[in-house]
């Protein structure tokens, strides 16, 4: 790859990072939750969009960023009050400055139409025309960078500072441009500045990707040390940064940009630096970016390790090998370092479900507008970590999932006034690890579930038999039927009735489940339950006949010996077990899957699984040989898609075991059993 494309790449994935701390802090600054660094910092967000910008030369991307960046400031110097009609325009200029974003990655342009409207109302908070964005920050008149001193403007005073400024090749690398930043002190007062370029080699020993130029910037004004700090904020840790007051002061040592500033994470440091550097300065974090095909194929690497090991240790068992010989002792060790391994692996592919939290307070304020309603949204748990390709899937889900609690769930400020409630409304938003898995809980302080109106339309759409006896589980998991809504009329909310299908296919795509509580005019709360990585799984390895299944230990309830007398016929070919007053449908797994004739259920085991939405089912296996993490490899990716059946996976012996599908089995067997009772009773 063009060594430049790969600098755009990094530009543009640091430019989502910033789009979304930029629209974050907009939110905050609405709702009152902000300080003067929020707004700082959505004034850095744009500024280090344009920045990049400018370097690559995306004229559009930095001429709209000038103008949105000229407001940000009057905002945070208290020329602009932060009010919401002005947090508005400015979050709609968000969405116009991603849009630019977007058109730059994809080498397209867009039309002087799109943005010409947000521009006006731009330029009409900030006072000035909106086509004079012409000369943006490229324009350096009035700097001359030349090896002698230039006084920009006769300094008035001699307070103020004096700035040496180093840049390290990794700002340049990371298209920042220490012209505007320069550019920028001048903004600050009378400056002058002065280029060393003593360590510039002769033409023919220059490497293009190294730093060879510093500046000094004598600033005579006496604006605040940290006025002077917030210009060098985006590009710390990749410069060395003094900065000394010019009036008399105790000498100050020359320390690195991240030194100077402690409490922000540093970057790079030169060798020779580091051994003078705090403790602190040591313990920062640094990351770097991987490619995620790498990740995945490390992840696929240590997976096949874990068989590999388990193959080893099936054939020492064979050979009739103590486990307390050295070999033994080898393979538990062994065991156990794959297990961290593994972990440790698995830990590079999470993040903090942050990233799709963040989104949702933007999406709230939207539909409170929309709706007249007066609503809070209140975030748990955003540090919570799980797999990137989970996190990827959250999205729409919980879009669905939020726009569901805002528009039926939550009453109107008059409604809820007359039923003694705040006229706000509340929606929370958590995340927490439970139990080896992911809980993801959406609630409400709403009206709660209407059941005999959800009922009633479920059997208005012949969703449902008008005959059939529902008990309330049954009625709330009826919203996530295709096709059903209680919306009265169609709108740009819901009516659909495609929103909470969505969800429940989601989910049970991603391995999990999803599950509802509601207490009528109290509230509801959906929670959802998934696993932490979708590359390995804790299951229960079973026998079946001459065939070994898995089964996802998330689904299963217990395991029991069935009693002659607690199994009932149902049906022409049904059959209920009897578990501790409650009927639950048994199935012979062998003559579910074809694995053999059916088995004589007086000698097998019984496991008790449970689908979400859809019951339990009672499955008869003929052993139990383990409980075991096993490593998930696609079925249908590799082969094609068989009702019943979710993942394969190698066992120790190196046989091919099927990861069974619960939720499939248990709505297929269901399915069944009505049909059969439909049958019998001719209704």
Not at 167 to 176: F, W
Request: proline residues 5%; negative net charge; hydrophobic residues 45%.
């Amino acid at each position: 790859m063009d060594p430049m494309e790969a600098i755009k790449q990094t530009y543009f994935q640091e430019c989502d990072e910033l789009l979304l701390a930029m629209e974050e802090g907009l939110i905050a600054i609405e709702a009152g939750e902000a300080d003067g660094e929020t707004i700082n910092a959505v004034f850095r967000a744009v500024h280090s969009i344009k920045g990049g910008g400018g370097a690559f030369g995306f004229e559009a991307l930095v001429a709209f960023a000038h103008i949105f960046e000229t407001v940000l400031d009057h905002l945070r110097s208290g020329k602009l009050s932060p009010s919401g009609a002005v947090i508005k325009v400015l979050l709609r200029a968000g969405d116009v400055l991603s849009d630019h974003v977007g058109a730059a990655r994809d080498r397209r342009a867009l039309g002087d139409e799109h943005d010409a409207d947000i521009k006006a109302e731009l330029a009409a908070l900030s006072g000035e025309e909106a086509g004079s964005d012409e000369a943006a920050p490229a324009d350096f008149e009035g700097l001359d960078f030349t090896p002698t001193c230039i006084v920009v403007d006769e300094p008035a005073a001699q307070s103020g500072w004096k700035i040496v400024f180093r840049p390290h090749a990794a700002l340049y690398a990371k298209a920042n441009e220490p012209y505007l930043l320069v550019r920028e002190l001048a903004q600050l007062g009378p400056t002058a500045v002065e280029a060393d370029l003593t360590a510039l080699p002769a033409l023919d020993a220059i490497e293009p990707d190294q730093a060879y130029f510093s500046w000094t910037v004598t600033l005579t004004s006496d604006v605040a040390r940290e006025k002077v700090e917030e210009v060098f904020d985006f590009v710390v840790g990749d410069c060395d940064l003094t900065i000394e007051p010019l009036s008399p002061a105790p000498v100050a040592v020359p320390v690195t940009a991240a030194e100077e500033f402690p409490s922000i994470a540093a970057g790079p440091v030169q060798p020779q630096e580091k051994k003078d550097a705090p403790a602190a300065h040591d313990a920062a974090k640094q990351t770097i970016r991987v490619d995620l095909d790498k990740v995945d194929r490390l992840v696929n690497l240590v997976g096949e390790l874990v068989i590999t090991q388990a193959m080893l240790s099936q054939r020492v068992l064979e050979c009739r090998i103590p486990r307390a010989s050295s070999i033994g002792d080898g393979l538990s060790e062994l065991e156990h370092l794959l297990r961290e391994l593994q972990e440790s692996v698995m830990a590079i592919r999470t993040q903090p479900v942050k990233s799709v939290f963040q989104r949702m307070p933007r999406l709230v304020r939207e539909l409170a507008a929309q709706t007249n309603k007066k609503v809070r949204l209140v975030v748990e748990g955003e540090a919570t970590e799980v797999d990137k390709t989970v996190i990827e899937r959250l999205g729409e889900p919980l879009t669905h999932m939020i726009r569901n609690a805002v528009d039926h769930g939550l009453e109107t400020p008059e409604e809820r006034a007359a039923a003694g409630k705040p006229e706000e409304g509340t929606v929370t938003l958590s995340a927490e690890h439970r139990g080896g898995r992911i809980v993801i809980e959406v609630s409400d302080d709403g009206r709660g579930i209407d059941r005999p109106r959800v009922r009633e339309k479920a059997v208005e759409r012949g969703l449902v038999s008008p005959a059939a006896q529902l008990s309330d589980d049954e009625v709330d998991n009826l919203i996530f039927m295709p096709g059903f809504s209680t919306a009265s009329q169609v709108s740009n909310i819901s009516g659909r009735g495609v929103g909470m299908d969505v969800v429940r296919r989601n989910i049970v795509d991603l391995g999990g489940r999803i599950s509802i509580g509601s207490d009528p005019k109290q509230g509801s709360k959906f929670s959802l339950t998934l696993p932490l990585t979708l590359a390995v799984l804790d299951g229960m390895v079973v026998a079946v006949g001459d065939q070994t299944f898995v089964l996802p230990l998330a689904h299963i309830v217990e395991s029991l010996k069935p009693r002659k007398q607690d199994v009932r016929a149902f049906g022409r070919e049904g059959n209920l077990l009897n578990v501790r007053g409650a009927y639950v449908p048994l199935v012979d797994t062998a003559e579910l899957l074809g694995a053999r004739r059916a088995a004589n259920q007086d000698g097998g085991v019984v496991i008790l699984v449970e689908s979400q939405g859809t019951g339990r089912l009672a499955l008869m296996v003929d052993a139990i040989l383990g409980q075991h993490q096993v490593v998930i490899k696609s079925f249908e990716g590799n082969y094609r898609h068989i009702d019943g059946i979710a993942a394969a996976t190698i066992l120790g012996d190196g046989r091919v075991a099927l990861i069974l599908d619960v939720d499939g089995l248990v709505a297929s067997c269901r399915n069944r059993l009505a049909t059969a009772e439909t049958l019998a009773t001719g209704t």
